[in-house]
């Protein structure tokens, strides 16, 4: 039989799931995911002081770690694949570890979500350090890869953050802050890449764009680090910059192509006439937020 865990109950609502139709089924499914938001919401006291851990550790130099297995490791490197070209950071500074390495994104690797060892090793191999904030990430909260990942992290004096849909998860006792989203049991029992993975994907999305934006990888709430790697994010770019400046596309368009899709430099130098060293410098000077500098 299950486990007695919050993410192994049998869930009453989807009992008859394999003798309805299709369209029944996917209102099942529906009206679960339904619920998602709302427990999420509940969680936003926790979230918000994760966010302040993340975001102190950033301004002293720190870096940012998500560390599962399954579906809760892909969710990490997900949300972590995600920062550069988002918000223009170095890929070292937002990392997904997941028990059995890039493999493991595409396949189950027997064994990885329980070894210790193997949790051991890889935290040794990221020269993790006390500034770096570490965030656990299990629907059960009990695997035995990211538990041992936190306790060790909690050795090196790590700032912690645990990420789990079960009030009892053994990662709490290694969390300074824990993150209990409550999804309930899922419409196939057990299947926690539904409810409670879509949670963990939300609270991620969380995390990491409030702590970017706390330091300044938004102007207003647009994207302006923007790393503009393909043509969409080229005119993204250029849509940004001629928002802020209130010129023509056509302008934007110009300025960037010429100091590389440098969006701040190109604000600045449209709104004030200053080079690129010049822009540069003041950028510097103020830690890289525009805010600082023009509102």
């Known amino acids: 039989m299950f486990e007695e865990t919050a993410t192994e109950l049998i869930n009453k609502n989807t009992v008859n799931i394999d003798m309805v139709g299709t369209y029944d089924i996917l209102t099942m499914i529906n009206q679960e995911d339904m619920k998602v938001a709302s427990a999420v919401q509940k969680c936003i006291p926790e979230i918000a002081q994760a966010v302040d851990i993340i975001v102190k550790n950033f301004l002293d130099g720190g870096r940012l770690f998500y560390v599962g297995a399954g579906t809760s490791g892909r969710l990490g490197v997900l949300d972590a694949s995600e920062c550069p070209p988002t918000f223009s950071v170095t890929p070292d ?39 770096d904030t570490i965030v656990g990430i299990s629907a059960s909260g009990n695997a035995k890869y990211v538990v041992k990942f936190l306790e060790i992290a909690k050795i090196k004096k790590c700032k912690t953050v645990a990420v789990t849909s079960n009030p009892d998860a053994k990662m709490k006792d290694f969390a300074d802050c824990f993150i209990c989203v409550e999804t309930g049991a899922e ?68 300025v960037l192509e010429t100091n590389g899709y440098k969006t701040k430099h190109a604000v600045l130098f449209i709104l004030y006439g200053l080079s690129f060293d010049e822009a540069d410098m003041l950028l510097k000077e103020n830690n890289g937020v525009l805010r600082k500098i023009f509102y």
């Open 93 to 131: 500074m937002v990392q997904g570890i997941i028990a059995g390495g890039d493999r493991a994104l595409r396949e189950a690797i027997e064994g990885a979500e329980d070894s210790e060892e193997l949790a051991a090793t890889d935290f040794k191999n990221k020269d993790i350090c006390s500034n």
């Open 187 to 254: 419409a196939i029992s057990g299947s926690t890449r539904m409810k409670a993975g879509t949670a963990q994907k939300m609270i991620l999305n969380m995390l990491s764009t409030a702590s970017m934006v706390k330091i300044g990888k938004t102007y207003h709430n647009l994207m302006i680090d923007v790393k503009p790697t393909n043509d969409k994010l080229k005119r993204r770019a250029v849509t940004i910059v001629s928002e802020i400046c209130g010129c023509r596309p056509a302008t934007a368009r110009n």
